[in-house]
């Protein structure tokens, strides 16, 4: 089959446009994505300068997500100096897995010439996930701690690093999983929160109408998703086309058994009714906006944690907590 851009072979059929694509067009399309992304939601400030340009420290696992957004974002930014990129990679303490992962971001950002930061789980808590694993005081699964663990020193780097945003490589098949589950769990504070948290656009503030937003020291970074338009499949093909540096093995520790019931679901569904993951996310981007609005108090239910200090909506921390389960039993 040719492509329908061009007279060169298709490497793939997007049935959701009813596209067949080249090499070329499949790579170009994901590109085009990502930055109307970046438009859209209005990443970069008006009054950005090569001076003080905008600083995006990316969350670089080195699994195909996080190695095509900031591989995309470089090249979108290689010459633009009013944004300046920082990649932050965790090494949660799995043996093996993660060490392989971490060599393929430090190929890629030295590739690049990106600045790179690798923090550790047992340097910021003195824990490693194989023994939080092993011991398991909560009785959860692996991805419960990890994700608590991840989710904390990403924010507190980002504003370790000066960060003006956060950036995540969730593709469009991580989101409408995690809008069906939010849905399905009638969680409908947590919709709210997925808005505020990297679904809404950028909107300047301030005196000026170019004035930047940045956001203040003791509250949470502003995160995006710019990879948040392009189907999971297409990712991983871009990444193998453009032969990158992506670890895709995944975590020994993986167990999310709901999430992989919606994600199963969503595949039946997307094969049935192409279009269906967009569909989701469209509506979902409403509703959230709607739910953000109906749960806005401003920072009035944000306060800090008595053991850390992070913002939290909490006496203590979710961080803290687990913690304070797993101190002493490791």
């Keep these: 089959m040719g492509c329908d851009k061009c007279d060169d072979p298709a490497v793939m059929h997007a049935a959701y446009s009813g596209l067949h694509l080249c090499e070329s067009h499949l790579c170009r399309s994901v590109e085009n994505r990502v930055r109307r992304r970046v438009r ?6 008006e009054d950005a ?3 003080d340009p905008d600083t995006w420290v990316i969350g670089l696992s080195g699994g195909k997500d996080s190695v095509v957004l900031t591989e995309i974002l470089h090249d979108t930014f290689e010459r633009d100096p009013r944004v300046e990129l920082v990649a932050l990679s965790i090494h949660e303490g799995i043996e093996g897995y993660r060490d392989e992962s971490l060599d393929a971001c430090e ?3 030295a590739d690049l010439g990106v600045r790179h930061e690798v923090v550790s789980y047992a340097e910021e808590f003195g824990v490693r ?4 694993v092993e011991d398991d005081p909560e009785n959860m699964a692996a ?3 990890c994700g608590v663990f991840r989710r904390d020193v990403l924010e507190r780097y980002a504003g370790k690093l000066g960060a003006d945003k956060l950036l995540t490589g969730h593709n469009l098949d991580d989101e409408a999983q995690t809008a069906l589950m939010n849905v399905f769990e009638g969680d409908v504070q947590q919709i709210a929160g997925h808005f505020d948290a990297s679904l809404g656009p950028f909107e300047p503030t301030g005196d000026g109408p170019t004035e930047r937003a940045r956001p203040p020291q003791d509250h949470h970074v502003p995160r995006a998703k710019p990879l948040r338009d392009v189907p999971e499949k297409e990712v991983g093909l871009y990444a193998h086309l453009r032969d990158l540096p992506a670890h895709i093995t995944e975590c020994p520790h993986a167990e999310e058994a709901y999430r992989g019931e919606i994600q199963q679901l969503l595949l039946e569904m997307e094969e049935s009714h192409p279009g269906t993951r967009h569909s989701v996310m469209a509506g979902y981007e409403k509703l959230a906006a709607l739910a953000s609005a ?3 108090d401003g920072d009035a239910s944000y306060g800090e944690c008595e ?5 939290t909506g909490r006496a203590v921390c979710r961080t803290c907590d687990l913690l304070d389960a797993l101190d002493g039993r490791l």
């Design 143 to 145: 991805c419960a701690y």
């Design 49 to 51: 300068t090569p001076e």
């Design 107 to 109: 190929e890629l950002t």
């Design 129 to 132: 996930m194989d023994d939080v």
């Design 294 to 296: 109906a749960f806005d």
């Design 40 to 45: 859209e939601d209005s990443l970069v400030p």
């Design 307 to 311: 053991v850390c200090g992070a913002p």
